[in-house]
């Protein structure tokens, strides 16, 4: 039972050890350094590292370090980039040289990712070199990976999970905790799972970018982000929260996509989940994808979303992959035709907003309840995903999706409209 | 964005066309060619299905059936056996001439792999030929090609989890429904997800397989099924479920590996699962697996274990991965070096027994608590897995663990013993 003895079975593998230029040393940039330090047996080194400000101290020795980064794509010896920056554009410009150059990329940077997916596939055609990015999606858990090689030729219905853990953080504490959430929110900066600005994960853009990669991986669907609508939890209002804990429900903020027809539908939004749906238990930090499979049924995958060691995890498994010319194959692109995303969807939804405030009962496609109390108004009802969409941004309306909303691509609307409380 | 472009990308990738030739046609062989039938792309075609009994009515023509293996077995035209037959010797003497006939294998045998797996590690590296069995390890999580894959690099301490899915149906519905213990068995029966020998499930002998070969796969060490010990939940007494609800636990049947020192210890076991635990949540046929790892800390999947299509998934995509000359390459096997798997453990635990039985507080590493009532008696504390074993044996003893049971390897016996009820 030799290593060597393996070499019969395995002959076709070849494992190569890589040389890695790193940009960035930020959180996940030292917990991978730090992974791949205590990681016996891993094929591959950090030759450099190209850093912003030269004025910060760095735990390890100087020489590792360069402030340009055209010596990192420059240099013939290094196999693969490691781009681990904030700037999604400045990211976007390496990702796209360093392929030009010959080299493969890991990368963890969602946002960069979602605005160039479509360009980043087709640069891969054109150059012959793999991008990927596990640890873009959900940190820890194997999705993408997942979904490429293991539910290869499954017909998958849809994926849906809580993929941002500084917004399950907040909702976590401020249901077990009561705290407030200011409290909650800042707490969460403390410790490092919300980003210094909160909009991004506060406002829902920070799982729509990963709900966008998601999509292509799941149906072969390539989708701007901005085409996708995102409803943050900023403006759930103490009434939203007393209503949810008086029914025993917590919210989460849910990132989803499926399938209907020849059409994928995919948003973020607050949900009521029940104390019965497996996310209900998904608390603090963690997140989790549900994929609907059409043989394998529910599955549930849990772990840590973020944080240096779970994502840089994420990220060595990528190098680790590379050491034997793994690439996305991107299957469901040629496996799904005719496939169009779309907005034109009825969700159940409950919408709380001020007084005075321009919604109305005849606004729903089916009207199921309301009332009003206190200077607010509260609706329960069916109502156009775009229609919610355009409500988000008014000041004062709290949108949360129904617990186990149903969700109907959209016809002509025919709907009668009740009226009271008109 | 052509199929055709992306061969530029993926040129070394080739997929192959399989024929295949079955052997055994029950609840996995027909969801399998259900799912082969409605899946479209999956370049693999069943050739000839092996059945055994003459006179059974078959859903398809009767030219796909054979009933000599000589006939699969020496058809050079057939490139992959799937083997889905009961008998695990039978099936291991097909696995074994498949090879060495030059044909890889997918199988879903648990206990054939459990009792074999050693030597057909060792027959994939003399012939060069893969055996995949993604199946045999609860169902439709696909926790081997995970294992194999992803946390390929990552340290990993430890796995644990709901490994079977009747047992967990059981204990589900006596504690949700408060149904007899009996019925709920008949009922698991009746819709197919325990064993018509339930022995296998309620004693633990089919978690213990999956586990000996999740074992192999997370720590690279090779043990036998008959080296494991493990404990069921058929002594399970009312008064056990009356102590779990009272402090608002739930029984799981669980089974776990972990890694301490240079040491690997395994087993199954019921254990009392508090409402925070994550897989308190796993309800019905569900299964679940947590990994512990050093970098991605805890991840959970969750999936049904058992079923004709979930099982059938899982088979498929083996099947898939053959497409592409796929293998295990055992990782850990030559990651990890000088572990040895032992019993020598020290758990805590709730014993309880009839009056009588020859248990005494000296038994225990360390006593904590004990009571009697109604001819029963009750001991909670720390004792060596070995003797719980010995008592899992006797009549009228259930042991069950403690909620987040402490586990230590056992050193030599010096703690005190106390002396109350003794």
Same mark, same amino acid.
């Given at each position: 039972?030799?290593?060597?003895?393996?070499?019969?079975?395995?002959?076709?593998i070849?494992?190569?050890?890589?040389?890695?230029?790193?940009?960035g040393?930020?959180?996940?940039?030292?917990?991978?350094?730090?992974?791949?330090?205590?990681?016996?047996?891993?094929?591959?080194?950090?030759?450099?590292?190209?850093?912003?400000?030269r004025?910060?101290p760095r735990?390890?020795?100087?020489?590792?370090?360069?402030?340009?980064?055209?010596?990192?794509?420059?240099?013939?010896?290094?196999?693969?980039?490691?781009?681990?920056?904030?700037?999604?554009?400045?990211?976007?410009?390496?990702?796209?040289?360093?392929?030009?150059?010959?080299?493969?990329?890991?990368?963890?940077?969602?946002?960069?990712?979602?605005?160039?997916?479509?360009?980043?596939?087709?640069?891969?055609? *054109?150059? &012959?070199?793999? $991008?990927?990015? @596990?640890?873009?999606?959900?940190?820890? +858990?194997?999705? #993408?990976?997942? %979904?490429?090689?293991?539910?290869d030729?499954?017909?998958?219905?849809?994926?849906?999970?809580?993929?941002?853990?500084?917004?399950?953080?907040?909702?976590?504490?401020?249901?077990?905790?009561?705290?407030?959430?200011?409290?909650?929110?800042?707490?969460?900066?403390?410790?490092?799972?919300?980003?210094?600005?909160?909009?991004?994960?506060?406002?829902?853009?920070?799982?729509?970018?990963?709900?966008?990669?998601?999509?292509?991986? *799941?149906? &072969?669907?390539? $989708?701007?982000? @901005?085409?996708?609508?995102n409803?943050? +939890?900023?403006? #759930?209002?103490? %009434?939203?929260?007393?209503?949810?804990?008086?029914?025993?429900?917590?919210?989460?903020?849910?990132?989803?996509?499926?399938?209907?027809?020849?059409?994928?539908?995919?948003?973020?939004?607050?949900?009521?989940?029940?104390?019965?749906?497996p996310?209900?238990?998904?608390?603090?930090?963690?997140?989790?994808?549900?994929?609907?499979s059409?043989?394998?049924?529910?599955?549930?995958?849990?772990?840590?979303?973020?944080?240096?060691?779970?994502? &840089?995890?994420? $990220?060595?498994?990528?190098?680790?992959?590379?050491?034997?010319?793994?690439?996305?194959?991107?299957?469901?692109?040629?496996?799904?035709?005719?496939?169009?995303?779309?907005?034109?969807?009825?969700?159940?939804?409950?919408?709380?907003?001020?007084?005075?405030?321009?919604?109305?009962?005849?606004d729903?496609?089916?009207?199921?309840?309301?009332?009003?109390?206190?200077?607010?108004?509260?609706?329960v009802?069916?109502?156009?995903?775009?229609?919610?969409?355009?409500?988000?941004?008014?000041?004062?309306?709290?949108?949360?999706?129904?617990?186990?909303?149903?969700?109907?691509?959209?016809?002509?609307?025919?709907?009668?409209?009740?009226?009271?409380?008109?």
């Amino acid at each position: 039972m030799s290593p060597e003895k393996n070499n019969t079975i395995n002959s076709h593998i070849k494992h190569r050890h890589l040389k890695l230029g790193l940009f960035g040393f930020g959180c996940v940039g030292q917990g991978l350094y730090h992974v791949l330090d205590e990681t016996p047996g891993i094929k591959a080194e950090i030759k450099k590292i190209c850093v912003k400000h030269r004025n910060k101290p760095r735990p390890l020795p100087h020489e590792l370090f360069t402030f340009d980064g055209a010596e990192i794509l420059n240099d013939p010896e290094i196999d693969v980039i490691v781009e681990l920056i904030d700037d999604a554009d400045a990211a976007f410009k390496i990702v796209k040289e360093a392929l030009q150059k010959g080299k493969s990329v890991v990368t963890a940077n969602k946002k960069m990712l979602a605005e160039h997916l479509e360009e980043i596939y087709e640069l891969q055609q *054109t150059y &012959g070199k793999a $991008v990927l990015y @596990e640890g873009s999606v959900c940190g820890s +858990i194997p999705i #993408i990976r997942n %979904l490429e090689e293991y539910y290869d030729n499954d017909l998958l219905a849809g994926i849906e999970g809580i993929f941002n853990g500084s917004t399950n953080y907040i909702l976590t504490k401020v249901f077990e905790e009561k705290t407030s959430y200011e409290d909650a929110l800042k707490k969460a900066q403390e410790l490092g799972f919300a980003e210094s600005d909160p909009s991004l994960d506060v406002k829902g853009f920070d799982p729509k970018f990963k709900l966008v990669i998601a999509i292509a991986h *799941t149906f &072969g669907v390539f $989708v701007k982000p @901005e085409e996708v609508i995102n409803i943050g +939890i900023d403006r #759930i209002s103490d %009434l939203d929260l007393k209503f949810a804990r008086d029914n025993c429900y917590s919210i989460k903020l849910i990132a989803r996509a499926f399938k209907a027809g020849n059409q994928v539908f995919g948003f973020v939004a607050p949900q009521f989940i029940e104390s019965t749906h497996p996310l209900y238990a998904v608390r603090n930090e963690y997140n989790a994808v549900q994929v609907q499979s059409a043989f394998a049924e529910q599955q549930l995958f849990v772990g840590k979303g973020a944080g240096s060691y779970p994502t &840089g995890s994420a $990220v060595l498994s990528d190098i680790s992959a590379l050491t034997y010319d793994y690439q996305y194959e991107y299957k469901k692109l040629h496996q799904l035709h005719d496939l169009a995303f779309s907005n034109r969807l009825i969700v159940e939804a409950f919408v709380s907003f001020d007084l005075g405030t321009a919604i109305s009962i005849s606004d729903f496609e089916h009207f199921e309840s309301g009332y009003a109390s206190h200077g607010k108004q509260y609706m329960v009802g069916k109502v156009s995903l775009e229609k919610l969409h355009k409500w988000s941004k008014l000041d004062g309306v709290g949108i949360i999706l129904a617990p186990n909303a149903s969700l109907e691509p959209q016809k002509e609307a025919t709907t009668t409209k009740e009226s009271i409380l008109a």
